[in-house]
């Protein structure tokens, strides 16, 4: 590797709130009079946007998906749930209390097992749909273990009322990174549980017994733990991530986004998006040898918007 | 010729190369120099380019199978031509993009709408969808909602129980041709005042009753009300109210939520005005009631006549915005009563009519 690739980079966002706005503008006004049924394309067109307005060493990412790819998966959540409504009311409508018991059992049962698929097929998609000179971002997960983890770690958090759902989010951010490439450059997370509970524990006192004033300091060490935690790797050459984001920075972009979207009633979400975007690439620094001309294109295409629209439908936000 | 400055990826590696296009008849080539191999051309048959959507001022184009090769430019004079070279091909000419790149005020316009159709769904598509699901509501779950609300208004109010008693006593008479079970309860309180929930109870102010004279009058008040709950007046107006709250809750699919803001909003049963038309429907059913039982019509002349009094009381705005049109509604009623006949003498209901005054009085 050359010398020259030794040093940090960043990622920037060129984003404006005035072109976003357009965009939202004509989605909702579509989403309005299609009742409903544009929602895949306004997506798109947002994603699209917000993807080519971000530039890593002179080139910008893309996203790849569509509408028409996305209102498939919409369809297709969408039957998920009215099946499964179907069956849930079905077993209600027989009036044998058993029957209707176990319909209910099932159906949430059901809805919770479909967090995992949805987590699952929605990192498929988006890192499929996601690139970079070219070069396809690929999630390489499998859904049989990731429901594993994902029961297994639930039904800890249940059992210790919630105590373990620190650990259980590490774990699944280390499933996740170790499972996603970019070309022929992995990633892994670095985090670890006890760690993290620690920091929370933390931050909730302080932030209680400062009547939330500590709230920023708490935001900005959740957001470091979770980039400095990250690493990719391109062959044996480890790349690290640091977060510079300051509770003071925090307060100003928390604050701000309050008031803009506050006093447009609305209408100012867009630059508050621009606002959040610019604060996240502007505060994080990726330092280590990398080398951007040698990424190998290794991932498979991958179509299926299922999961992401499920995702949408039960509101998980992703990372 | 005319060659454009790009940036080229091959979908293989992420090297970028700077490159140059040029725009044939049925191609693009791109020329480049590859660090190892020299002098490159590679070329896109312009059928299977493609553009990729983005509202930036980026020009990308991608081509072939997956993964597919990428070229980006942004020279602005590429638009135009390709414009010229490819008329007829439309990865250039979206219209949406074409609308998003073209005017501010196009998209100021756009907002405009959208603030206009907000506002005009708040104030006029809302309230008539709101009053047509409350013509969905059955009637088991009406009366329910209403039992929930009476419940709620009755407790701010002092219950004379000797006259609701006596009251319900004179409503069990008259046939008010309705399949709402009618409770009367009256309570004291210093306002010549009534007012119908949904469902079947109705609330009237002592200090109504002690000014009304004779049993017609309260049997026209009766009959009033019983029409506003008869034709769902009140849960519609009720809805038509509360359609910003009931919306979010409809759309949340909250059930309890709708009992949740009609419970805390019952109080406002006390000043809910009804409108012209619906004021107009129940004074017709009232009619139509009082001629069945066979009862004077002239009481509900004078029931209006003493309503329109309490404009002059210490509250006039209260009752004003009740019964906002008096006026006209007497006038109303004076010319159907000149045109009753077949009245008859109804001793019972005089005797149970006296046995309230006989309580009034103590």
Redesign the interface.
Known sequence: MESDQNYSRKITF?GEG??L???Y??N??LT?FTLGLYYPWAKA?VL??V???TEFE???F?F?GTGKEMFKGFIKAIGIFIGLYAILIGAILTKINAIAAIGVIFFYIALLLLIPVAIHGSLKYRMSRT??????FGYRGILKDFMEEFVVGGLLTIATLGIYSFWFTIKLRKYIFSNIRF?NISFSYKGDGTEYFMLNLKGYFLSFLTLGIYSFWFVSDLFAYFIDNMRMNQEGYVIKFRSTASAGGYFGLIVGNLLIVIFTLG?GTPWATVRTLNFVFSNIIIEGTID??????TEM?YKDATGEDISDMIDIGLI | MQKFEISYYDGETSVSHNAFLSLQHDSWIIEYIHPLFGNRAVKWEIDRVERDMGFTSIFIFRYGDFPKQTLECKDERLLNSLKKFYPDKPFFDKKIDFLLRQSTTLILGLTASLIGLIICSYVYILPWFSEKAAGQIPVSMEIKLGEMMYENTIARYTKNDSLTACVNDFVKIIDFKTDYPIEVTVVAEDEMNAFAMPGGHIVIYNQLLAKMKSKEELAALLAHEVSHIHYRHSLKNIFRTLSGYLAISLMLNDVNGIAVVLADHSNMLVNLNYSRNLEQEADEKAIEIIKANHLNLNGFVDLLALLQTGNTDLQPFKLLSTHPLTKERIAFVKEMAKGQTAMKKNDSLEQKWQTIVAFEKR
């Open positions: 060129y005035n072109k706005f357009g965009i503008i004509v909702v006004l309005i067109a699209r946007y993807y080519q307005e002179g080139s910008r893309s790849h690139s970079w000179r070219g070069i396809h070309g209408l951007v001309n040698a990424i190998q294109q295409d």
